[in-house]
């Protein structure tokens, strides 16, 4: 492949650029890049594209090898197999997990933005509003996991699928997203409208979020974004492969690897005053809010 290494940089360029031809991945990709602005998690498609003439294959042989020999490096394995033959090929090759120390910076402070980019041969608008809030292993992680779930996860019954597309009719597609990264995650909110219904689908989200942040939700509700989420949880370990890749993802963020157990209790514990709190802490005026239209 390093060979081949001019032939690969155009092949990605060519990859990269089709795909912000699609405008849901165009707006994805101005959301990322604002949200993170000046750091390492707002790589996005577009910000590679300004720098991959640049990278040399020399750089790509440095990275590697540096990956290959200095990384912090986490095995994890599920089935049934002879784990004393594993220790004895792996064991002293990876020591116990342990957290290591991360080079990548904790993002500034987060401060209102809007941006938009006009895209000629969009047949509908695209539109992204976001908040930063706390990652993985943080104490309110499994609250908003439930607020993700409540708000626009859980498909079908999430209160803005019901009120933006079921009542309005304002929605092509409507959802909510919670993305962790080890130093930071956002929540956002994702709808594909008609380009004249812009102002009204910013103004549904608006609503909704002071609804989460005013109105307690009903033990019934938070009873079945808990067994909803618990089932999603449930859902992508179901195989050996899953159960493996779900125990390295803890391990490389600094969770042991049976902290999916730790998670579903923490998540029976949550109240709706927590909800309530989160969401005022959390889903303040300090957002982003990017739009791709015609």
């Given at each position: 492949?390093?060979?081949?290494?001019?032939?690969?940089?155009?092949?990605?360029?060519g990859?990269?650029?089709?795909?912000?031809?699609?405008?849901?991945?165009?707006v994805?990709?101005?959301?990322?890049?604002?949200?993170?602005?000046?750091?390492?998690?707002?790589?996005?498609?577009?910000?590679?594209?300004?720098e991959i003439?640049n990278?040399?294959?020399?750089?790509?042989?440095?990275s590697?090898?540096?990956?290959?020999?200095?990384?912090?490096?986490?095995?994890?394995?599920?089935?049934?197999v002879?784990?004393?033959?594993?220790?004895?090929?792996l064991?002293?090759?990876?020591?116990?997990?342990?957290?290591a120390?991360?080079?990548?910076?904790?993002?500034?402070?987060?401060?209102?933005?809007?941006?938009?980019?006009?895209?000629?041969?969009?047949?509908?608008?695209?539109?992204?509003?976001?908040w930063?809030v706390?990652?993985?292993?943080?104490?309110?992680?499994p609250?908003?996991?439930?607020?993700?779930?409540?708000?626009?996860?859980?498909?079908l019954?999430?209160?803005?699928?019901?009120?933006?597309?079921?009542?309005?009719?304002?929605?092509?597609?409507?959802?909510?997203?919670y993305?962790?990264h080890?130093?930071s995650?956002?929540?956002?909110?994702?709808?594909g409208?008609?380009?004249?219904?812009?102002?009204?689908?910013?103004?549904?989200?608006?609503?909704?979020?002071?609804?989460?942040?005013?109105?307690?939700?009903?033990e019934?509700?938070?009873?079945?974004?808990?067994?909803?989420?618990?089932?999603?949880?449930?859902?992508v370990?179901?195989?050996?492969?899953?159960?493996?890749?779900?125990?390295?993802?803890?391990s490389?963020?600094?969770?042991?690897?049976?902290?999916?157990?730790?998670?579903?209790?923490?998540?029976?514990?949550v109240?709706?005053?927590?909800?309530?709190?989160?969401?005022?802490?959390?889903f303040?005026?300090?957002?982003?809010?990017?739009v791709?239209?015609p």
């Open positions: 492949t390093f060979e081949e290494f001019d032939k690969e940089k155009t092949k990605l360029k990859e990269l650029t089709a795909e912000l031809d699609s405008a849901k991945v165009k994805s990709d101005l959301f990322t890049k604002t949200i993170y602005k000046n750091h390492f998690y707002g790589n996005s498609y577009t910000k590679i594209l300004e003439d990278v040399t294959k020399e750089d790509v042989i440095a590697y090898r540096e990956i290959l020999n200095n990384s912090q490096k986490t095995a994890a394995i599920a089935g049934d002879d784990f004393d033959l594993i220790d004895k090929y064991g002293q090759d990876i020591p116990e997990a342990k957290e120390g991360s080079l990548i910076p904790i993002p500034q402070p987060l401060e209102q933005e809007y941006t938009e980019i006009i895209k000629e041969d969009a047949n509908q608008a695209q539109i992204l509003q976001g930063r706390p990652t993985i292993g943080d104490d309110e992680y609250v908003i996991m439930l607020l993700n779930i409540i708000l626009g996860a859980s498909g019954s999430s209160r803005l699928f019901l009120e933006l597309r079921e009542k309005k009719g304002l929605a092509y597609t409507v959802r909510t997203a993305e962790t080890k130093k995650a956002v929540f956002s909110i994702y709808i409208t008609e380009p004249s219904n812009i102002q009204t689908s910013i103004d549904g989200f608006k609503e909704e979020i002071e609804k989460i942040k005013t109105i307690p939700v009903s019934e509700e938070l009873k079945n974004a808990v067994n909803n989420l618990i089932g999603k949880q449930q859902y370990t179901e195989t050996n492969g899953q159960q493996a890749n779900m125990m390295a993802y803890y490389i963020m600094g969770k042991p690897f049976d902290y999916q157990a730790e998670i579903i209790e923490k998540l029976h514990k109240t709706p005053k927590d909800l309530l709190d989160c969401a005022n802490k959390y303040t005026d300090d957002y982003i809010l990017s791709i239209k």
